[in-house]
């Protein structure tokens, strides 16, 4: 027995949150990092997602009282409130959902799992005749660009579903939790992150192509290569205005080259995610060739511009889940091209990682680290660059190739977060290094990432008190 489910059957026991005679159970999802891509799930792109050995551990048992009831300890520590309960049918209305967990931000925390139990009403109403008690714990860090949110989401949907019996699984529960995510979390997140959380295995990488989520069989990096993960100590947030800013101006960067083309671009609810789409490339823009956007598409876009004066051009915005603000100067031009070339660079990665003539060769992996680089140096050009990431880089390129460090880039949404790095399995002591030497400039001791472990899937559910 694992620490989660001995602190499980405490619980159990008189004072606990749950009820002794009454099955309990459980479900695990890993946070993630991207080892490339990042920000080309929402426009159609190629992602290569590797789980990590954190994870997120959720706990589910049904009650008789009609009462969600959300234990989640370790929100005390962020000043925020730690039990929070709601009427299960006070969930059914999306704008009231949203409203109830936006009451105060101490309970804000409480979209990512209160938007679970609304889906469910939704689609499953006759299974939901009871309420439930959650007791969730992660040692996932928060801020980090690992998919915290997307494996509390994964964990807690895994073990809710089998405790009402609910068949969901695979790409479907990514999706649903997707769509909490981004609609009553109001967070603009692609899939890739939930599906890396629910598909992903220990020692693989996850290849998936973001349209909408079509997952690739897992890919095993070559044997003598692995990645870690180095947190700047910068807080990255997917709802903070650089990531919705870059997210919103490679929109507007599709809606113009569609408008040059003569294609119309239309909303299309058809789907789980509502969005919009075109005739020729439907609204999955990554799939442009990058040679065609340099040719024909990159100088007709603006490198700046403004909502209103994008609005004088377009006339609408094409993105259901980024705003256009006024006084924001968006770089339509870098991002637009970031997300062409960036789905160009991670297939040429997922290639020389999953099979390609010279896979294991020293030449093989200069070219995956030289990758990682221009994808970082992107990021940057998208106005999602950090100083902090820039010294990982440095310090990782100052130790180079000739000490077993190939390259690096940072995972998620940008702006901060965590820095992947590539490197021979027999060069820890030079990572490490890096890891000192950025410790000692910045003054503080940097979060790493070692290792992976199961998706949620792949673990599966526990019961306990059968």
């Not at 060069?427 to 998706?455: K, L, M, N, W």
Request: proline share 5%.
């Amino acid at each position: 027995m694992n620490e989660f489910q001995a602190t499980v059957e405490e619980l159990r026991r008189p004072g606990g949150c749950f009820d002794r005679p009454r099955p309990v159970f459980i479900a695990r999802s890993p946070g993630r990092m991207d080892v490339m891509g990042g920000n080309v799930d929402f426009t159609g792109g190629l992602v290569f997602q590797a789980t990590i050995r954190e994870a997120t551990w959720a706990a589910a048992q049904l009650r008789d009282d009609g009462l969600l009831v959300l234990n989640n300890p370790q929100m005390a520590a962020s000043g925020w409130r730690s039990t929070v309960q709601f009427s299960l049918s006070s969930l059914t209305g999306e704008a009231e959902t949203r409203r109830m967990v936006n009451e105060s931000p101490d309970i804000r925390w409480t979209s990512y799992v209160a938007g679970l139990f609304h889906l469910l009403l939704c689609r499953y109403p006759e299974k939901l005749e009871r309420g439930a008690t959650i007791y969730i714990e992660s040692n996932v860090p928060l801020n980090k660009g690992v998919s915290s949110s997307a494996a509390v989401e994964v964990a807690v949907m895994k073990a809710a579903v089998a405790a009402y019996g609910i068949p969901l699984a695979g790409i479907e529960l990514a999706e649903a939790c997707q769509w909490v995510e981004n609609v009553i979390a109001e967070s603009g997140c692609g899939i890739m992150d939930q599906a890396a959380a629910v598909l992903g295995d220990e020692g693989h990488v996850l290849p998936l192509l973001c349209q909408p989520c079509l997952p690739y069989p897992l890919v095993r990096l070559p044997d003598q290569v692995t990645v870690w993960g180095i947190d700047s100590g910068v807080s990255h947030m997917v709802s903070g205005v650089e990531y919705e800013a870059s997210r919103a101006a490679s929109f507007m960067g599709y809606k113009l080259i569609c408008d040059l083309e003569g294609l119309p671009v239309r909303f299309d609810a058809s789907g789980k995610i509502p969005r919009f789409a075109d005739p020729r490339w439907n609204g999955y823009f990554s799939d442009i060739d990058a040679s065609l956007f340099r040719s024909r598409y990159e100088a007709e876009l603006p490198e700046f511009m403004t909502s209103s004066e994008y609005l004088a051009l377009a006339r609408e915005h094409v993105d259901p889940f980024s705003t256009l603000h006024d006084g924001v100067r968006y770089r339509v031009r870098a991002c637009t091209r970031y997300a062409i070339e960036e789905n160009l660079r991670i297939r040429t990665f997922v290639a020389l990682a999953g099979g390609s003539a010279g896979v294991g060769s020293d030449e093989a992996f200069r070219i995956m680290g030289e990758l990682m680089y221009q994808s970082n140096w992107a990021y940057t050009e998208c106005g999602l660059g950090c100083p902090a990431i820039d010294q990982i880089l440095e310090l990782v390129r100052e130790a180079g190739s000739r000490n077993g460090l190939y390259g690096a880039k940072v995972s998620g949404g940008g702006a901060g977060g965590t820095v992947v790095v590539l490197g021979l399995k027999t060069a820890a002591e030079s990572f490490f290094d890096v890891v000192r030497q950025y410790a000692a400039a910045r003054g503080f001791e940097p979060y790493v990432f070692e290792g992976s472990s199961a998706g949620a899937d792949r673990f599966g559910t526990r019961v306990v008190g059968a």
